[in-house]
């Protein structure tokens, strides 16, 4: 099965705003699914050449799924495709770079099947429109796993921190049992968690804990972002 999402600009936020590193956030519905609207986040780092890479996390039949991939900014325009680690699926938009949020359609054997809101904006140095994510990602991390805060927070203190890798390390590290500032550290040398998965050679039971943890631990994070 493989669902591409094209999504089309609808409000704007210019471009330069973006810092070194940008988060993808939405919602997606589709015929597939119950008529409510599903949540998918995930954060991008900067290669260069205006390319952003990373992983986000969406629920599909109730389970969170890693979808892997990327977005290119060229001019005036943006587009992008994240594939499921199962190569099953395909969530792929185009737009215009001077645009944050975007509406759209997912598409399944060249018919609509559901639609697609997204937002892209910046983050820098864990700190981002006055949300201090540090503080907000070393509670989540701490409420969902045997990890304390200072930790978390002491990881941010490393220029090439990304709030990604954080959680990936820490979720990685529930899961494992293995040690969260090793695990931070060979986060930080792969591009996206498929890779570091593969690495750590989780199996499938690890996998899908480490995907719910990761969702869970994001979805914590906006929930308290959301009452600030």
């Known amino acids: ?4 999402i094209k999504a089309c600009v609808m409000s704007a936020i210019p471009f330069m ?28 780092q900067a290669k260069g050449g205006g390319t952003f890479e990373g992983d986000i996390i969406a629920p599909w039949n109730g389970k969170p799924e890693t979808y892997a991939g990327s977005l290119t900014l060229n001019g005036s325009s943006i587009s992008g495709k994240f ?13 215009d770079a001077s645009a944050g949020s975007f509406k759209g359609d997912a598409i399944e054997n060249g018919k609509t ?15 981002s429109g006055g949300v201090d994510y ?30 990604n890798d954080i959680i990936s390390a820490c979720a990685a590290a529930e899961v494992s049992g293995g040690d969260a500032a090793e695990l931070f550290k060979k986060r930080q040398k792969v591009n996206i968690n498929y890779e570091f998965l593969r690495d750590l050679g989780f ?9 719910e943890l990761v969702g869970k631990i994001r979805k914590e994070i906006e929930e308290e972002k959301n009452k600030k």
């Open 1 to 4: 099965m493989k669902s591409i």
């Open 17 to 44: 705003l973006f810092s070194a590193d940008i988060s993808v956030e939405g919602t997606y519905t589709t015929s597939f699914q119950s008529s409510s609207a599903k949540t998918f986040s995930g954060n991008l």
């Open 83 to 95: 594939v499921l680690t199962r190569q099953r699926r395909t969530f792929s938009f185009s737009g």
């Open 113 to 127: 099947v559901g639609k697609l809101d997204m937002r892209l904006s910046g983050m820098e140095d864990g700190t």
């Open 134 to 163: 540090a503080v907000l990602t070393a509670g989540a991390v701490s409420a969902n796993t045997g990890i304390k805060k200072e930790t978390v927070e002491g990881f941010f203190k490393d220029k090439r921190a990304d709030r």
């Open 203 to 211: 199996d499938k039971e690890q996998k899908a804990k480490f995907e």
